[in-house]
Nanobody, 122 residues
Framework: QVQLVESGGGLVRAGGSLTLSCTDS????????MGWFRQAPGKEREFVAA????????YYADSVKGRFTISKEHGKTTVYLQMNNLKPDDTAVYYC???????????????WGQGTQVTVSS
């Protein structure tokens, strides 16, 4: 079973950058898309970005387009989220996600990580 482990969260000032990473620690065989969601205090969890298994297609929420970049090595189970020009509104717990289809990974993932906190100060 897929076991997602995130790292890279922390505190950064507005305008700064952070890179999150997520890996399947179980090295589960098979192919699946991976992505990120986030949940701010008092708000629902929302989709941030996703990438297909081969890395040929990426998807982003409008709120992060042009600032965040998702990437992964082909055939590897580690995904990265490069976050630039961070804003206080980006403050949230960021969750890694995996799904066996693009629809799944962008809406209702099959697997979740435990989350990592990102705090952006003004």
């Amino acid at each position: 079973q897929v076991q997602l482990v995130e790292s890279g969260g922390g505190l950064v000032r507005a305008g700064g950058s952070l890179t999150l990473s997520c890996t399947d620690s179980a090295h589960t065989p098979g192919t699946y898309s991976m992505g990120w969601f986030r949940q701010a205090p008092g708000k629902e969890r929302e989709f941030v970005a996703a990438i297909t298994w081969g890395g040929s297609a990426t998807y982003y929420a409008d709120s992060v387009k042009g600032r965040f970049t998702i990437s992964k090595e082909h055939g590897k189970t580690t995904v990265y989220l490069q976050m630039n020009n961070l804003k206080p509104d980006d403050t949230a717990v960021y969750y890694c996600a995996a799904g066996y289809s693009t629809v799944a990974v962008t809406t209702e993932p099959d697997y979740w990580g435990q989350g990592t906190q990102v705090t952006v100060s003004s």
